[in-house]
């Protein structure tokens, strides 16, 4: 039998750091590619993590960035992903409309399975470049985010995991201090009961 492939993802999330700190946490960690996976890659609060800016300061340091919020992002634009099968409205808190989102389905969907599938492929290119990828959402704490919820419990959790036995993939979480914490299916509940998360 032979060995699975072993690959490793970063996730990061661009809380409020300058870019230059955000900038240093990303160059510890030999981050040659970032996978920007909001649904909206704006930010009021941090402009400097709006789309278009951070695209040209990582790229003017020799960083790709890559947009996937359409297919990874933590708002689905589609009602049969939600519990009650209803979009969220304007005024949902985030912490209402992280309850309402249904992790379980998104993992099923055949957007997010497109998604994750050119996610490996970009993480296997950069690895034989000799560099790491991270995919990056707005939340310091990836405990309250769904690159731990969702994309980084579909990648590690038995019960859950999308991809194939041949690939291991070990995700770590860069947290907010610089800290790294690697990702195993212990991190997660026995059953997946989301409303325990947030």
């Known amino acids: 039998m032979n060995e699975p492939e072993k690959l490793t993802l970063y996730t990061i999330g661009h809380s409020n750091h300058t870019s230059e700190e955000?900038?240093?946490?990303?160059?510890?960690?030999?981050?040659?590619?970032?996978?920007?996976?909001?649904?909206?890659?704006?930010?009021?609060?941090?402009?400097?993590f709006n789309k278009s800016e951070l695209q040209a300061f990582l790229e003017q340091r020799g960083i790709q960035y890559r947009y996937a919020g359409e297919y990874l992002g933590g708002r689905p634009k589609e009602a049969e992903l939600y519990k009650d099968d209803e979009l969220p409205d304007e005024d949902t808190t985030r912490a209402e409309f992280l309850k309402k989102v249904d992790y379980k389905a998104m993992m099923c969907h055949e957007k997010y399975l497109k998604g994750v599938t050119h996610l490996l492929t970009i993480v296997r290119q950069a690895t034989e470049l000799g560099g790491n990828v991270t995919i990056m959402c707005s939340e310091g704490n990836p405990l309250e985010c769904h690159r731990h919820h969702l994309i980084a419990r579909s990648l590690v959790d038995p019960k859950l995991k999308i991809i194939d036995n041949e690939v291991d993939i070990v995700v770590n979480h860069i947290e907010r201090d610089g800290n790294v914490t690697p990702i195993t299916a212990k991190n997660f509940p026995e059953e997946f009961i989301q409303e325990r998360l947030f």
């Open 22 to 48: 955000f900038l240093t946490l990303l160059q510890t960690y030999h981050i040659t590619v970032l996978v920007d996976v909001r649904s909206a890659p704006y930010s009021k609060f941090a402009p400097q």
